[in-house]
């Protein structure tokens, strides 16, 4: 069934318009024409199976295939659509007309079942006796799978989804991430929880079918998709998803958990839904940055947890969401310490006690601590110890480019500013793309801003190091190696260690995924000013 949709939409999109034999064949195709576009149409809505239907349609081992709805909201100039919010909550609509089934299972359209036994267990925390009635929805971790065996772009953090995340559900904080959830209908619809009259019976799903046609559900459905349904309702504000946010998943799921639902976070063995990861540096960074630029946005707003959760949840919860509401102001510390303590070296600046002094102690042990305890995490999550090194270079390479434009584009917003524009270039997935990907070759291959950010802080690392290894160590001998600029010298040291496939993209690559010369210029010229800046 998916080759043959496939096959027509292919067709249709290389003649510029729809056979009549299709058209013949698939009733939704009439509503079609030459005057629609993707952004000005209709509402359609078309019920392609019919799981009411006595005769029913069967898959190859004998099993009847339920109901399956094909749904198109309207579109109109002048109208805000909301994005996913505004899809999901037409939906939501939809479906209550058809069906009002108890329990939503929200995918991306990009991800596919990998266990059957995912909606059963998710069941299994609805029907709880003793809790079941209070859970609003039941999240599994995103997963991938075209993830590499070092995780190239740390796409899939397992310490992240196994420790953290499992962390944050003892909180009651577990985040909706727009994917991979199973909601309660009701915790979608605005209401509070209450334990009066909370269960779920099977005459909860409407009998459709003995009450009206395909047809007129079809044309039922319609109104709930248009446009202007919306208009002076609660929908977006406290119905649905919340509207106003790149991140409407996030601030959705808090609100629900304000009016007193709980969700449960669940990470089994077997992954339950698979996606596909980005497999370029460029589309990673962007994604990243419209997340934290979204997530910013929240705690700026009427749904900072410290304010839409104060009594309503546990300080904790509020205290964990903000660990991702506060990814765009963690820029600033990274850039100031990836750029300062380079730039006071290049000046004989000290800014660490010296190794053989006690001072230095509570700077080793942290820096230890930190890193000891990063790579067990990952590795009892079973990561690896590449994969975990690769998780340290796109830590730092989102948190001073992807998180530093954020911070910069909420500024802007706030400030009534035009914002930074990234355009991602349109590139095939060719044979030499997915070999680099899988032989986890980063894949740069633009001039992005983001890039000359990556490869000055490299630059600049670099330089400082020679200088300082030159001057410190060999022309001052042991002194040198334990003075005042060790510290520096160890901080220069691990950033450059962390960019080496950024100095094989500057200087060796000559692939389409390389760095282009344009970025390296305009690198080193920014270098050579950053080393003009006085440093006392």
């Given amino acids: 069934m998916y080759e043959d949709m496939k096959s027509r939409i292919d067709s249709s999109v290389a003649n510029g318009f729809i056979t009549d034999e299709i058209k013949d064949k698939h009733k939704g195709f009439l509503e079609w024409n030459s005057n629609i576009t993707k952004n000005d149409h209709h509402s359609i809505v078309q019920i392609l199976i019919n799981g009411w239907d006595p005769q029913g349609i069967f898959d190859a081992d004998g099993n009847r295939l339920p109901t399956l709805v094909y749904l198109s909201r309207e579109k109109r100039r002048g109208w805000q659509h909301n994005f996913k919010a505004g899809s999901m909550n037409a939906l939501i609509r939809v479906s209550s007309e058809i069906t009002n089934a108890p ?66 559900d003892g909180f009651g904080a577990t985040l ?118 979204g997530l910013f946005q929240i705690f700026f707003s009427e749904h900072c947890p410290f304010i839409h959760g104060c009594g309503k949840i546990k300080l904790g919860a509020q205290m964990g969401y903000c660990i991702y509401l506060l990814w765009a102001p963690f820029s600033l510390p990274i850039l100031a310490y990836v750029f ?34 990063s ?80 490869a000055t802080i490299a630059i600049v690392n670099l330089l400082s190091l020679v200088y300082g290894v030159f001057k410190n160590v060999i022309f001052s001998g042991f002194n040198g190696l334990i003075g005042v600029f060790t510290g520096q010298m160890i901080v220069c040291g691990i950033i450059v260690s962390l960019n080496l496939p950024v100095y094989e993209a500057l200087l060796m690559r000559r692939d389409k995924g390389s760095i282009p010369s344009s970025v390296l210029v305009k690198s080193l010229v920014i270098t050579s000013l950053a080393c003009l800046i006085p440093m006392y």
């Avoid at 079942?113 to 009635?133: K, T, V, Y």
């Avoid at 497999?279 to 419209?290: G, S, Y």
């Avoid at 660490?352 to 001072?359: G, I, N, R």
């Avoid at 790579?375 to 530093?404: A, C, H």
């Fill in 375 to 454: 790579l067990i995490e990952d590795l009892i999550s079973g990561s690896t110890v590449k994969g975990w090194w690769n998780l340290q270079r796109m830590w730092l390479i989102r948190r001073t480019t992807s998180y530093f434009f954020a911070l910069i584009d909420t500024i802007y917003k706030k400030l009534g500013l035009s914002e930074t524009s990234f355009v991602l270039t349109g590139k095939v997935s060719d044979e030499d793309l997915r070999t680099r990907y899988e032989d986890e070759i980063i894949e740069f291959g633009s001039s992005s801003v983001m890039y000359v950010i990556i």
């Fill in 103 to 168: 329990i939503i299972l929200n995918l991306d359209c990009d991800m596919y079942s990998n266990d059957p036994d995912a909606i059963r267990d998710a069941l299994c925390f609805f029907l709880d006796e003793n809790q079941g009635q209070q859970i609003s929805y039941v999240q599994y971790p995103q997963r991938f799978s075209n993830i590499t065996k070092n995780d190239i772009y740390a796409n899939e953090p397992r310490a992240t989804f196994q420790i953290e995340l499992a962390g944050l």
């Fill in 340 to 373: 300062v303590p380079a730039l006071c070296l290049l000046h004989d600046v000290p800014l660490f006690p010296k190794v053989s002094s006690l001072w230095f102690v509570p700077f080793a042990y942290v820096f230890a601590a930190r890193t000891v305890c």
């Fill in 176 to 293: 909706y991430i727009g994917t991979g959830c199973f909601h309660r209908r009701e915790s979608l619809s605005g209401k509070k929880f209450s334990y009066e009259d909370r269960t779920i019976e099977s005459n909860s799903v409407r009998e459709t079918k003995k009450i009206r046609s395909v047809e007129e559900l079809e044309l039922a459905s319609k109104i709930l998709a248009n446009c202007s349904y919306e208009k002076d309702t609660l929908w977006g504000k406290e119905m649905g998803l919340v509207y106003g946010y790149p991140v409407e998943d996030i601030v959705t799921g808090l609100t629900i958990q304000c009016r007193g639902w709980k969700p449960v976070y669940y990470n089994p063995t077997k992954h339950a839904f698979l996606g596909i990861a980005p497999t370029t540096l460029d589309v990673a960074l962007v994604q990243f940055k419209r997340w934290s630029e």
